[in-house]
């Protein structure tokens, strides 16, 4: 999915900086069970962070705790892109439910 950056990212570590309003592609690496969100510029420049702070970095609505909890009634909830998923699944474009991405799972 692509998004726009709503603030500056920075790792000086790794001397790298995405400027606030840049085109990113979002993507979960499955190796972190969705709880790091990854952020990647059309030129390679890749920058992650935790999936809890998904909602400073692009416009996205997380779900509510009540939306979450009839989810967790029903069994069935939704990826982050919108897709319906198990609780504990990822959707076909390889984005995580929000139970995974939120850490609750």
Request: hydrophobic content about 35%; glycine content about 8%.
């Amino acid at each position: 999915m692509k998004k726009i950056l709503k603030r500056t990212m920075r790792n000086e570590k790794l001397n790298r900086i995405i400027p606030e309003g840049t085109e990113v592609t979002v993507s979960f690496p499955k190796e972190q069970c969705g709880r790091i969100v990854r952020f990647t510029t059309a030129e390679g420049i890749s920058l992650s962070t935790r999936t809890n702070n998904i909602k400073q970095c692009i416009d996205i609505t997380v779900p509510s705790e009540k939306t979450l909890y009839k989810w967790q009634e029903d069994g069935i909830g939704k990826s982050v892109s919108g897709l319906k998923v198990e609780l504990d699944g990822w959707d076909y474009n390889g984005f995580p439910s929000w139970f995974l991405a939120l850490g609750y799972i």
